[in-house]
Each structure stands twice: as structure tokens, then as C-alpha cells.
């Protein structure tokens, strides 16, 4: 009867926000694949391809046992053709060959190595490659002309491109938290993104400050980066007013509001002394769970010419601020948690089952013709008629 229970179709429900998906993955070889196959073809802008391998992915993630046979995954949903065909090949032969060539391929790995660049988007990175630029020596060398954040972000390549452990994110906590209530007492900070899913580890630090009393939190940011400039830590920082007016994903909200949610893309400069000063010691994670393929490519370029690589005082970590008030507070929390699948299908759920419209600012009911109001995420929830799902669930 063993095997009867191994062949057993699994089920779950459609949207990724109807699940609970932690971080405890049974399935990584497939979901490994598939996200491969996703990452390329958002690399090849082909955005609905990607969701299509980023929703199928999802689907494994939330099985509560290794997929053992094809007949199990019968009557799941998202699991398209063509992703039933890397996972079949993977069961049969132990790997998929369009993931293994697609591995392989130059422009994979040119798209990789180049956006993997602080600044550097899917375009700009093919724009490159049909110039003949496929690494970052060719890119020295042939000098396209940089941005600022790209010409950071090329400076700190090799730091920028090594995960970012828990200890180092609350060791740069710290230091924000003391910027943010020496600038405005009363203000409160929360780690948003992956760390408050339960990662343990992230490509940056995400961070969401609010005032208690609606209007205090104006004028916050421009304080805030400049506290931290003053005191050396921010090596680059390019902060953006709302654009909620101009966003899509929401109807518009009243002027008033207008430039009070901002959002601050920084590069943190964190020193030993920062990472010495938490309070969780900083323990020896750093094996490079995370480490990013970079494609074979010489990446001992020496880049930061400041120190020999690996023994400066510090590292370059990238960090972002986002300042809402506190009206907005439960959206921005639940729009800045992630998974980005799971605010994807959150949206889309809202729109699709419930005539709702759902952004980082606000909740519309369409039927209503009203905006919902929420003061935390779980009445928000309930607005959605969805079943609570807390943060470390969300692993989407
Ligand atoms: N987000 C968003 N709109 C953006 C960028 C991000 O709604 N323009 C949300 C979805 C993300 C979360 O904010 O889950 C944080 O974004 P990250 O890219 O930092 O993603 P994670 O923190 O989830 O992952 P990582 O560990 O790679 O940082
Ligand atoms: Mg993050």
C-alpha cells in the first residue's frame, strides 16, 4: 500500500495565495529548472513565459512530498506543456536538456554576468551582447557610456553579487533603525522582502518606515539618506518620489497624498564594526547557499581598486528604503513582503475572483465603486475573502 500512497494525485488550489508555501521545498530539482527556464526567458523579455515557468515552479514548491511520478501531477493546475515536459524529462533521465543547453548557452550566460549588474536591466544587457559585449573585461574595454548606478554597481560587482546573510541585514537594521528615530523620533522600521518571509538569505535588505500619526512621515527620506551620508554609509543611493499617480496597478488616489511614499535605492557600506555591534553575533552561514552562477567568467577583475578583493573592512550590500504613512502602512507591508509570485497572484486574485484592485498603496473594491481600509495585513486578507497567510508561508 506503500506504493499506492506514493502515486497518489496531489492537489492544490490555483492561485499561490490560496497556499501555504514555506521555505521547506521537497522539489528543488524541478523547481530549480523551472525557475532556471523563467529567470531567461524574463532575461529575453518574455514576460509570459516566465510566469507561466515562475506559476508552474510554485506549484512543486507547495507539494508536501518529492514527485515521484508523472500520474500525481495529474489535475494540478499552472503545469503547462511545456512544463510538463522538463519535469518529465528530469524524472526519466535525471535532468532537462533545454535547461542543461540553455545553462550552456552564450547568451544565458552574457545576460547573467551583465545583469547581474546594479543598473543593468534585461535591455541593456541585450543591447550589449549585439554589440559584442559578453563580460565584464569586454565591457571595460569597450566602454559604453554608464549611469551612475550602473557605474556602482559595476565598482561593487563582486559584493553586490555575494548573498547577504540574516546577521548582515540586522547589522544594517541597527544602523537604520538609530538613523530613522534620531531623525524623527516616534518612526518605526520593519524588514520587509525575503528576511521577513524567514530567508536566510537575500540579494538585498528591504526595509518600510512609517510615523504613527498620518503626515509626520513627510520629508522623512530626504533626512534619513542625509543622516546616512553623513555618516559614510550609503556608497550610492538614488531616491525616487511616489509614482503611485503614474502606477498601473491601482487607481489613482487623491493629490494630496502625492509625494509622500518614497523609496530609496541604495548601496550600504556595512564595516566590521557594524556587523561586531548586532546583537545575533554573526555566525558562519556565509556557504554560500545563494552563490550566483556567474557563468565561468573571470570575475577577479580587480573592480574596487581601493583594497585587494576579500580584505576590506567592509562590504557593499544593497538595501532599500521605503517610507509610507501609516494610512497606506498594511499594503505597503504586505506589498513589500513577497514572494514576488505570491503579490502577483494576490493581484491577480483580487482582480480575477473579486472585481478588486489591489496595489502596495490601497484596495478597491470595483463593485463598491469604494476604497477597503486595513489597518494589518490579515484585514486585508479578509477583504480578499482569502484564509490568513502569514509571511514564512508566502515562500511562493
Ligand atoms: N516589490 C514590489 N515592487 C517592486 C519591487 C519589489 O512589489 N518594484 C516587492 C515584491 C518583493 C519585495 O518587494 O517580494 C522585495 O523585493 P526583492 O526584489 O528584494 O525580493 P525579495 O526580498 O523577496 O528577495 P531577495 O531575497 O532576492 O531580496
Ligand atoms: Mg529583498
Known amino acids: 500500500q506503500g506504493n499506492e500512497a506514493e ?6 488550489p490555483s492561485y499561490a495565495c490560496q497556499r501555504r508555501t514555506t521555505l521547506e521545498n521537497h522539489n528543488t530539482v524541478l523547481t530549480d529548472a ?3 527556464l523563467a529567470e531567461n526567458a524574463e532575461l529575453s523579455e518574455e514576460d509570459g513565459r516566465g510566469v507561466a515557468f515562475r506559476r508552474a515552479a510554485a506549484v512543486l514548491k507547495a507539494l508536501p512530498k518529492p514527485v515521484a511520478s508523472m500520474t500525481q501531477l495529474r489535475g494540478l493546475p499552472c503545469l503547462g ?19 542543461e543547453s540553455t545553462k550552456q548557452s552564450e547568451r544565458y550566460k552574457a545576460l547573467k554576468v551583465l545583469t547581474g549588474i546594479f543598473g543593468v536591466g534585461a535591455r541593456t544587457a541585450d543591447r550589449w551582447i549585439r554589440d559584442g559585449i559578453h563580460n565584464l573585461r569586454q565591457l571595460q574595454d569597450s566602454g559604453p557610456t554608464l549611469n551612475r548606478a550602473q557605474q556602482a554597481g559595476l565598482e561593487h560587482y563582486d559584493d553586490l553579487n555575494q548573498p547577504v546573510s540574516k546577521s548582515d541585514a540586522d547589522a ?10 534620531s531623525v524623527l523620533p516616534g518612526a518605526h522600521m520593519t524588514l520587509i522582502g525575503g528576511f ?64 509622500r511614499f518614497e523609496r530609496c535605492f541604495s548601496i550600504f557600506k556595512l564595516t566590521k564594526e557594524e556587523k561586531r555591534g548586532t546583537k545575533h553575533p ?51 507591508l504586505l506589498g513589500w513582503t513577497g514572494s514576488k509570485l505570491f503579490e502577483r497572484e494576490l493581484r491577480r486574485w483580487a482582480g480575477h475572483e473579486k472585481s478588486m484592485s489591489l496595489s502596495s498603496h490601497a484596495l478597491y473594491d470595483n463593485r463598491q465603486s469604494k476604497y477597503l481600509r486595513a489597518t494589518s495585513e490579515e484585514e486585508i486578507f479578509a477583504h480578499l475573502g482569502l484564509e490568513f497567510v502569514p509571511p514564512s508561508e508566502r515562500n511562493a
Open 172 to 181: 544594517i537594521g541597527e544602523v537604520v533603525e538609530k538613523a530613522v528615530v
Open 34 to 36: 523551472l525557475s532556471l
Open 7 to 12: 502515486v497518489a494525485a496531489f492537489s492544490v
Open 196 to 259: 521577513r518571509r524567514g530567508k536566510l538569505t537575500g540579494h538585498d535588505v528591504d526595509f518600510l518606515i512609517t510615523h504613527p500619526e498620518e503626515g509626520r512621515e513627510v520629508g522623512l527620506m530626504p533626512k534619513l539618506v542625509s543622516w546616512l551620508e553623513s555618516q559614510g554609509f550609503l556608497l550610492y543611493q538614488k531616491t525616487t518620489r511616489n509614482s503611485y499617480l503614474e502606477s498601473k496597478d491601482g487607481p489613482a488616489r487623491p493629490a494630496s497624498n502625492m509625494d
Open 81 to 99: 506543456e511545456h512544463s510538463l515536459r522538463v519535469i518529465k524529462d528530469i524524472l526519466e533521465n535525471g535532468a532537462s536538456s533545454e535547461v
Open 282 to 332: 554573526e555566525t558562519l552561514t556565509e556557504n554560500g547557499a545563494q552563490t550566483p552562477d556567474n557563468g565561468g567568467l573571470d570575475l577577479d577583475l580587480d573592480l574596487d581598486q581601493t583594497k585587494p578583493a576579500g580584505h576590506k573592512p567592509w562590504r557593499a550590500v544593497r538595501v532599500d528604503l521605503v517610507v509610507s504613512p501609516i494610512s497606506q502602512f498594511a499594503f505597503a
